[in-house]
């Protein structure tokens, strides 16, 4: 079976597997920017599946994949409100990680050492896929991309969010988060597997998607903290996309 995945990427990962949950550790930077991402994510699929947020179990009946789930971070979230939650990674080091939390929460989570091609030539069918922060580690984003529209049902949505391509994303994302503020280990991205987000539009359509979103995460130094922007994409930006029914 051809694969996208990067072995060079996933050796990265699993060499920081054990220090998923520790907010304070290497993975610092998305337990920063998870209620950010959960906020966008929570409210695309509450919007397009007609779910009410303020109700106890509002994905209740929604099959959501997290494909490259590291230890859990979006995962654990998408079962406590409910979904039927597959948390995929290829990184092995990364499941068991996430099954013992999940264990300790008390969640049913289904984690797999498996890949978006090995799912999808399986038949594997959802209503969401969560594809965050995986696309610019991948060997070929087009074919990557497209197996990930596979997975989706008709009238499916996907979340899928990357780094933009400009002399700020080098500044911020590597310089400064690598070398200067040594939130993650240098070498854990590399500035030429950035997309910007025309290029990911262009790449969702090429993979049979409808692209209907983005919006730019945005950090805050004073504040410390994370927000959502309408214009500011220039770094970290996020994106939704459709299966036509």
């Not at 998305?30 to 929570?42: A, E, F, G, K, V």
């Not at 090995?118 to 060997?139: C, K, T």
Request: aromatic share 8%; charged share 25%.
């Amino acid at each position: 079976m051809t694969t996208t995945v990067d072995t060079a990427e996933i050796a990265k990962f699993e060499a920081m597997a054990a220090e998923w949950w520790d907010p304070n550790g290497k993975f610092k930077p998305l337990h920063m920017l998870n209620p950010c991402r959960l906020d966008y994510i929570t409210r695309q699929i509450a919007a397009e599946f007609d779910r009410d947020l303020d109700a106890p179990k509002p994905f209740d009946g929604l099959r959501i994949l997290d494909i490259g789930c590291g230890g859990g971070l979006l995962s654990e979230p998408m079962a406590r409100l409910g979904a039927d939650v597959v948390g995929a990674d290829a990184a092995e080091r990364n499941i068991p990680v996430a099954q013992v939390h999940a264990d300790q929460s008390g969640l049913q989570i289904d984690y797999r050492h498996t890949t978006a091609e090995a799912l999808a030539a399986a038949g594997e069918q959802f209503d969401a896929v969560l594809n965050m922060e995986v696309v610019e580690h991948v060997a070929d984003p087009l074919a990557y991309l497209t197996a990930c529209a596979d997975l989706l049902k008709p009238g499916g949505l996907m979340t899928c969010s990357t780094i933009n391509r400009n002399p700020k994303s080098f500044v911020v994302a590597i310089l400064g988060a690598e070398y200067v503020m040594r939130w993650l280990p240098k070498g854990t991205h590399e500035w030429s597997k950035f997309i910007t987000p025309d290029e990911l539009f262009d790449l969702l359509s090429k993979a049979g998607l409808e692209p209907v979103d983005r919006k730019g995460f945005v950090f805050n130094p004073v504040a410390w903290s994370w927000s959502l922007s309408d214009r500011d994409l220039t770094v970290n930006y996020v994106t939704t996309s459709l299966k036509p029914a």
